[in-house]
């Protein structure tokens, strides 16, 4: 059964920093490109950042980037999202999702899509 299991949220002062994991069963991450989005009660689901499987190539929302990172392990099958300079406004569900074509800024190009792992940010 193709699963990603996202864990590692928490709570956290602002400043700190956590450090996401997502966990994939059935499917190869190095064969598909991953995204993470975000989304705070009452609000749309947000982009953060996500790795193409060709060339490579990180995007990051320009509300994350400098401070958060996305990287794989493949021996692990797992995906990360480093996240540094943690403020209030990061606060939301965070999930891992499998892009399946069209615009990688839309969590409509994205299938197979996490539980969520819940980040909270206090000030």
């Known amino acids: 059964q193709k699963r990603l299991v996202e864990s590692g949220g928490g709570l956290v002062q602002a400043g700190g920093s956590l450090s996401l994991s997502c966990a994939a069963s059935?499917?190869?991450?190095?064969?598909?490109?991953l995204g993470w989005f975000r989304q705070a009660p009452g609000t749309q689901r947000e982009f953060v950042a996500t790795?193409?499987?060709?060339?490579?190539?990180?995007y990051y929302a320009d509300s994350v980037k400098g401070r958060f990172s996305f990287f794989r392990d493949n021996a692990k099958n797992t995906v990360y999202l480093q996240m540094n300079s943690l403020q209030p406004e990061d606060t939301a569900l965070y999930f891992c999702a499998r892009y399946r074509g069209g615009s990688y800024l839309s969590s409509t190009s994205y299938d197979y899509w996490g539980q969520g792992t819940q980040v909270t940010v206090s000030s």
């Open positions: 059935e499917l190869a991450i190095n064969a598909y490109t």
């Open positions: 790795v193409s499987i060709a060339g490579g190539e990180t």
